[in-house]
């Protein structure tokens, strides 16, 4: 099962990775002001992260598919590496869907 870790990044602000159960990172949050921001971010991303209509399929401007994750209110979560094709994109969503939902923090600030 995968796992959240929680860094600093700058001074004084937070982000986490979702990562897999291999230690492969799979979403990848905002920059937050306070831990606690970055706590509410990862509450958000275990309830939204099962629920397919919660991620906007997008492809970059050099053609390269990702994904966001958005709470139910259009925000953005966390948003996926570049793939090197769709398939590889869908399935990124799957071990989002698989690993989102784990209540495994890891707070290495």
């Known amino acids: 099962m995968g796992y959240y870790d929680i860094k600093l990044s700058g001074s004084s602000r937070y982000h986490f990775t979702l990562k897999a159960g291999n230690h492969e990172t799979i979403l990848s ?6 831990k606690q921001g970055a706590l ?5 991303c275990q309830t939204n992260s099962p629920l397919d209509e ?3 399929r997008q492809t970059a ?7 966001n994750l958005k709470a139910g209110n259009g925000q953005v979560i966390g948003t996926s590496e570049m793939y090197s094709s ?3 994109r869908d399935n990124g ?17």
């Open 40 to 44: 509410s971010g990862i509450l958000s």
């Open 29 to 34: 949050s905002e920059i937050y002001e306070s």
């Open 93 to 109: 969503i799957e071990s989002v869907k698989t690993n989102g939902p784990s209540t495994d923090v890891r707070d290495n600030t």
């Open 86 to 88: 769709t398939a590889a």
């Open 54 to 56: 919660r991620y906007d």
């Open 61 to 67: 401007r050099d053609g390269s598919p990702y994904f």
